[in-house]
């Protein structure tokens, strides 16, 4: 079992930076791949992006390559999104997951409860 909580989320400017972080719990925590995802209202789930547990990897979604950052402490149960250049678009609820499986499509597992994101033009 995984337990994540995201915190961090808050209200910026177009173009204005935040920082969420994501504290994950659990035994076998350094073991899941980490990863964001946000949802806007009216819109499906996106993927944000993922951090593998070795902490090798990472990818990001087309639309916040160059300006997001996906990292994840030493302990490996912290996992952060440095988020610059913030657009409207990028507005939503961001989720944190975890991911057992080994392969990139695999599933994710377990999810945090979210925290909203706003974005003023």
């Known amino acids: 079992q995984v337990q994540l909580v995201e915190s961090g989320g808050g209200l910026a400017q177009a173009g204005e930076s935040l920082r969420l972080s994501c504290a994950a719990s659990?035994?076998?925590?350094?073991?899941?791949?980490l990863g964001w995802f946000r949802q806007a209202p009216g819109r499906e789930r996106e993927f944000v992006a993922v951090i593998s547990r070795n902490l090798r990897s990472t990818a990001y979604g087309d639309s916040v390559k160059g300006r997001f950052t996906i990292s994840r402490d030493g302990a490996r149960n912290t996992v952060y999104l440095q988020m610059n250049n913030l657009r409207p678009e990028d507005a939503g609820v961001y989720y944190c997951?975890?991911?057992?499986?080994?392969?990139?499509?695999?599933?994710?597992?377990?999810w945090g409860q979210g925290t909203q994101v706003t974005v003023s033009s």
């Open positions: 659990g035994r076998t925590v350094m073991y899941y791949d």
């Open positions: 997951a975890a991911r057992e499986g080994l392969s990139g499509s695999a599933a994710f597992d377990y």
